[in-house]
């Protein structure tokens, strides 16, 4: 191969235009404003005219002229239509806003729930797939290749019309697993109940925590100066518990915000003289007696039934989870008669249909002025704890107390977290064989467990790698709650057509739709991003 000798370069010598890359950029740039330009005016003109052809009424305002400032002037108005399932309260009466509101908080809480159940169960599935057991290592492995292969949307109707609505019982048959039911009404489950002396507890609980933490600091000094070891942890949980217990003491004992109204004649001065009310009208001794006797014969249920202890109160009213919770705890036998407002409470037990109307002390001053034999009322006031376990019951054709997850929510974000939880075990797979081999043979030669060794070594190490694309699965579950409108969840989706079909606009609901979903995944991408910076490796 012969050397060819380099072309000497001359001074004087220019590069042709057409060949200059500066000049060639700066004309592409020029040319690129200029599409842009047209392209916008286009899409404008476009939207301009389309809007014309709409007609004025989409932008009509209440004085009844049509003008843009006004478009969103109909979201005032009242929505007329009913939301299921919402986090917030919400009735017809309110407006389109709140509606709008209330799709949003759903589609958060599926999101929500949705990305916490997704990274536990696609960790420990990605985990699985990498287990030298056979039968553990295979079975994640058909769990992923099922869900990534078959439409989300089809299994969202396999969840809610095959698994749910034919598989589940009716309500009357619900399957019950101590206090929780499963039935075609959804999942019915214990919950907890803050009382009014739930804020003054809250305080003991901070107050706690802050002591834990000072504890902390001082026996952590301590041990640097004396050299003797302290079990730091136990002392410090011992004084939190102290603390919360305390509080839970005080604020219970310093609350007089609950009571009831009873009748002078019922002999009734404060709660434990109930279970004597119920015991004189069975003419027994011992209300552990009643289970017996039914069995045997001797008490009939339509005394028992006569003989309950019956309650007026408002509906799902922190008042009634207090009371019916204590009569629970004394075995007395009760009913309650639940009113939607106060002043149908009191007149059902002016009318002497219950023995006892429970609400909070000042419901009862405002509301006992009403009855016409006033001077024969007596309020009792009732104990109360800053926290009441309120326990679903079956009554009638439905559960009362307690809350609910309905089939809808269960099966939407059900069929999320299964769909991405496959996708997202494949990367925590790849992010923990990005980890060299090198570092799993020091962990264990330092003496750790396969456990200490992915929690401490391999997993801190992986998280560089499955961040980046875990955002973009958590931002495709949240795009994707939007198939909730195929199981009949109220989400965002759903709501949003519903108002456009009812109001007739339809521009406005769809430009609102498309920012609040902008907003929840650039925040989703914000706090991943900022996880992402905190967990680099800085190289020096």
């Not at 439905?398 to 990367?427: C, H, P």
């Not at 570092?439 to 391999?458: F, I, P």
């Amino acid at each position: 191969m012969s050397d060819i000798p380099n072309r000497p370069v001359r001074g004087n010598e220019t590069i042709p235009p057409w060949r200059d890359g500066r000049i060639i950029g700066i004309l592409l740039q020029i040319a690129f404003v200029i599409f842009f330009i047209f392209s916008a005016n286009w899409l404008f003109t476009n939207i301009n005219n389309n809007l014309v052809n709409l007609g004025e009424a989409q932008f009509i305002c209440k004085d009844g002229t049509s003008s843009l400032r006004c478009a969103f002037d109909f979201l005032s108005a009242d929505a007329q239509f009913d939301i299921q399932e919402s986090v917030i309260d919400y009735v017809p009466a309110d407006s389109y806003w709140r509606a709008i509101g209330v799709g949003a908080l759903n589609t958060l809480k599926i999101a929500l729930f949705g990305i916490i159940l997704t990274t536990i169960l696609g960790t420990v599935t990605g985990i699985a797939r990498l287990s030298t057991n056979w039968l553990v290592s295979n079975i994640a492995k058909w769990y992923i290749d099922l869900m990534r292969n078959t439409p989300l949307l089809l299994q969202l109707f396999f969840l809610y019309f095959v698994v749910f609505l034919v598989g589940l019982p009716l309500v009357g048959e619900a399957y019950q697993v101590g206090s929780v039911f499963i039935s075609q009404r959804g999942l019915n489950y214990p919950s907890l109940v803050p009382m009014s002396s739930f804020a003054t507890w809250v305080a003991f609980i901070v107050l706690g925590i802050v002591q834990a933490q000072l504890l902390w600091v001082i026996f952590g000094r301590r041990e640097e100066q004396t050299g003797q070891t302290a079990n730091r942890t136990l002392w410090v949980i011992v004084s939190f518990l102290v603390v919360v217990a305390i509080g839970w003491f005080v604020a219970g004992n310093n609350s007089n915000n609950e009571a009831m109204l009873v009748a002078r004649a019922d002999r009734i001065r404060e709660f434990d003289d109930i279970p004597g009310l119920v015991e004189r009208r069975l003419g027994i001794e011992d209300l552990s007696e009643i289970d017996d006797l039914i069995a045997s014969g001797e008490l009939a249920q339509e005394d028992l039934d006569a003989a309950r202890f019956t309650v007026c109160t408002l509906q799902d009213s922190p008042s009634e989870i207090n009371l019916t919770s204590q009569l629970r705890r004394a075995n007395v036998p009760f009913s309650v008669s639940r009113s939607d407002r106060a002043d149908q409470a009191i007149g059902e037990y002016a009318e002497e249909g219950c023995d006892a109307f429970a609400a909070t002390a000042a419901v009862i001053a405002a509301e006992r002025d009403v009855l016409e034999n006033s001077t024969d009322q007596l309020v009792v006031p009732l104990p109360e704890t800053p926290v009441r376990i309120s326990t679903p019951k079956l009554e009638g054709f439905n559960f009362v107390g307690g809350s609910k997850m309905s089939l809808e929510f269960s099966a939407i974000l059900l069929g999320l977290v299964l769909y991405t939880g496959a996708f997202v075990a494949e990367i925590v797979r790849a992010g923990i064989l990005s980890v060299s081999k090198g570092q799993s043979e020091a962990a264990r030669a330092l003496g750790l467990t396969e456990g200490q060794r992915l929690r401490l070594v391999v997993l801190p190490q992986a998280l560089r790698v499955i961040i980046p694309p875990l955002t973009s699965q958590y931002l495709n579950l949240t795009k994707n709650s939007s198939l909730a409108l195929a199981v009949l969840f109220p989400d965002l989706v759903r709501t949003i057509n519903t108002i456009i079909n009812q109001s007739g606009r339809s521009i406005q609901p769809v430009v609102i739709m498309a920012l609040i979903y902008l907003s929840i995944s650039l925040f989703i991408s914000f706090l991943l991003n900022w996880y992402n910076r905190q967990i680099t490796l800085v190289e020096r």
